[in-house]
């Protein structure tokens, strides 16, 4: 499992290994401990983790919003479990 974050110091979405204690920010150099942050969605694989990660990045750019309402990151993991649903690992 991997668990998609914020770092809390530049805002940059990444993700990290479910098991992982921490992880560096690869932007700014911040420790993200997922204790301490938002976990938005936990995904199967670290490639979907990284094309997710990208996509909210952009969903936040593009509509000019600071952060995701739990609304927003409830409709995230729905559309990712659906996703899942029709692509089932091989
Ligand atoms: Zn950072």
Known sequence: ???????????????????QKWKLCPVCGETISPGKVQVYIDVNKPGEAE?????????????????????EIQNIRE???GWVRSNPPL
């Open 79 to 81: 559309e990712y479990a």
């Open 51 to 71: 094309t997710i990660a990208r996509q909210l990045q952009k969903y936040l750019q593009d509509n000019k919003k600071k952060d995701l309402s739990n609304e």
């Open 1 to 19: 499992m991997y668990l998609i974050v914020r770092c809390p110091g530049c805002l940059t979405f990444t993700y990290m290994d479910k098991y």
